[in-house]
């Protein structure tokens, strides 16, 4: 059963436009979603992070949309640039007791000059 | 970039024997992880460590065994290597859970089983 829900699996946008990744889990005991960024051949890196006590959190042009009562958040990413072309992963975890990610399956976004 | 090594960082390896691969930190984090990243799958854990010679399983831990004798290093060991277990494999640590804090993750082992 896959704990975290991840869509679209691909995304193409043109440059200055928006990209929006939607995610969605199952276990309301999550309490902490971020956002890792990857880049080809090189690891996972956490891109931007929430908390379920907020809505909605903005880091430059990344913003993280917060749905508690539908179990959903999205990465919104405003004035696509070529350089956020990589795959974009949302993860869920329980923070208290053992810190275990479970990811979303990605998305492999591609921005076109 | 966190002090986290992971080698080898390539490896191709025959079915049926055995393999090992190495994940090396230097941030005296609790937490350490193995996943697994495939086309279409995205990241699945497949053992963790919460701490010296504590370990539990993730959701794919068949055909795949773990150690950590000392805080800096976890080995993760393919007793028998399929080709189903091609991949790329990555180590990640962590400190902390309750302030929800960031896993750190490593450059990634490319594993092929021919």
């Known amino acids: 059963q896959q704990q975290v829900k991840q869509s679209p699996q691909s995304l193409i946008v043109q440059k200055g436009g928006i990209s929006i990744i939607n995610c969605a889990y199952e276990n309301t005991a999550f309490d902490y979603f971020p956002w890792y960024q990857q880049f080809p051949g090189k690891g996972p890196a956490l891109l931007i992070a929430?908390?379920?006590?907020?809505s909605e959190k903005k880091e430059g042009r990344f913003t993280i949309s917060f749905n508690k009562s539908a179990k959903q958040f999205s990465l919104h990413i405003m004035d696509s640039q070529p350089g956020d072309s990589a795959t974009y992963f949302c993860a869920a975890a329980k923070t208290g007791g053992s810190y275990i990610p479970t990811f979303g399956r990605g998305t492999s976004l591609i921005v076109h000059p | 970039d966190a002090g986290i090594t992971q080698s080898p960082r390539h490896k191709v390896t025959e079915t049926g024997t055995p393999v090992t691969l190495r994940c090396h930190q230097t941030e005296n984090h609790r937490y350490m992880y193995w996943y697994r990243q495939d086309p279409g799958h995205g990241l699945r854990l497949i053992h963790y460590?919460?701490?010296?010679?504590?370990?539990d399983k993730g959701e794919v831990s068949d055909g795949y065994s773990v150690s950590r004798s000392k805080t800096e290093d976890f080995l993760l060991t393919l007793e028998s290597a399929t080709s189903s277990q091609t991949s790329v494999y990555f180590c990640?640590?962590?400190?902390?859970?309750?302030?929800?804090?960031?896993?750190?993750f490593g450059q990634g082992t490319r594993l092929t089983v021919v």
């Open positions: 460590s919460y701490g010296v010679k504590d370990t």
């Open positions: 990640a640590i962590s400190e902390s859970g309750r302030g929800g804090t960031e896993a750190f």
């Open positions: 929430i908390r379920p006590d907020v």
